[in-house]
């Protein structure tokens, strides 16, 4: 059993900042929180941040600049720190995690977070 759960999500102007939080419980051996996703309305989910274990990161382009991924395998959480907030930048996002075992990979997904960007 893995629970992710996010928060941090909210209404906020554009220019302002959030923070979102992506914690990880249950059987979290070898679960590996590996980046943030976000769904608008109308809109398919995408990608936009990645992070390894190595901690290197990766941004989708509308997001560059402005988040930065963060992850603290102690505490088995990550973090997504969002500046400069545009109205575009309104969706649900969620976090995702992974746990290998043999050849095979098992997702996993958080209930997700609303953030509205007011203009």
């Known amino acids: 059993q893995v629970r992710l759960v996010e928060s941090g999500g909210g209404l906020v102007q554009a220019g302002g900042s959030l923070r979102l939080s992506c914690a990880a419980s249950?059987?979290?051996?070898?679960?590996?929180?590996t980046g943030w996703y976000r769904q608008a309305p109308g809109k398919q989910r995408e990608l936009v941040a990645t992070?390894?274990?190595?901690?290197?990161?990766d941004y989708s382009d509308p997001v560059k600049g402005r988040f930065t991924i963060s992850r603290d395998n102690a505490k088995n959480t990550m973090s997504l720190q969002m500046n400069s907030l545009k109205p575009d930048d309104t969706a649900v996002y969620y976090c995702?995690?992974?746990?290998?075992?043999?050849?095979?990979?098992?997702?996993?997904w958080g209930q997700g977070t609303q953030v509205t960007v007011s203009s």
């Open positions: 995702k995690g992974l746990r290998r075992s043999n050849s095979l990979i098992f997702p996993y």
């Open positions: 249950g059987s979290i051996f070898s679960l590996e929180l």
């Open positions: 992070i390894s274990n190595s901690g290197s990161t």
